[in-house]
Structure formats: C-alpha cells, structure tokens
Nanobody, 121 residues
C-alpha cells in the first residue's frame, strides 16, 4: 500500500502565498512522477504541477511563474510553493504519485485525501 499525506492548505488573501507538502510512504518501489491536481466546485480535476523521477517539471498554464514544485527524494516528499494566489486558485488540492509498489509492481496512480485551499478577502 502507498499512503500520501498532504498538509499546508488553508485560507489566504488574494496575492498571498501557501506551501503545500505531500509525504509519500508505504511499499513504494519506484516513482515515475509525483505532483498535484486540483478540483474546484463544479469543475473537473486538473493537473497543477508534476515532477518526474528525472526531475522534469510540468505546470498548468494558469499557474506558470506563480507556482513552483520541488521534491525531497530522500524523504519521498513533494512541495508546491504557491505565490500570487487569486480566487481562481480556490480548490481542493490532491497529491498524486504515479509509480510501482510492492508486491505487485504494477504501474499505478495513488492519491491523497486532498487539502482545501481557499483564496478570499
């Protein structure tokens, strides 16, 4: 089993910053990519940012230059630094991990429970 535990969400004013963290644990064998999706009320879940095992990063166009994803490989932890937040960033943010785990070693996607980010004055 793989567990993803998110932290760092909350309420912030427009223009403010938040830092999300996601710690992965369990029978992880390999990580293909790890990162964040978000889902706003009434909208589909969308990719925010991800970082591959090789260190490549991808960002949604709406967050480029404002959000930065980083990773602590030794601790299997991924961070999302979010700056210049605006109300359109309000959503539940979900950590995900694409990889393999013991004992099946089948490539799978794993998800955290989600953390609420609300941007409002």
């Amino acid at each position: 089993q793989v567990q993803l535990v998110e932290s760092g969400g909350g309420l912030v004013q427009p223009g403010g910053s938040l830092r999300l963290s996601c710690a992965a644990s369990g029978n992880i064998f390999s990580i293909i990519a790890i990162g964040w999706y978000r889902q706003a009320p009434g909208k589909q879940r969308e990719l925010v940012a991800r970082i591959t095992n090789g260190g490549s990063t991808d960002y949604a166009d709406s967050v480029k230059a404002r959000f930065t994803i980083s990773r602590d490989n030794a601790k299997n932890t991924v961070f999302l630094q979010m700056n210049s937040l605006n109300p359109e960033d309000t959503a539940v943010y979900f950590c995900f991990l694409a990889g393999t785990a013991r004992p099946l070693y089948t490539p799978s996607n794993y998800w955290g429970q989600g953390t609420q980010v609300t941007v409002s004055s």
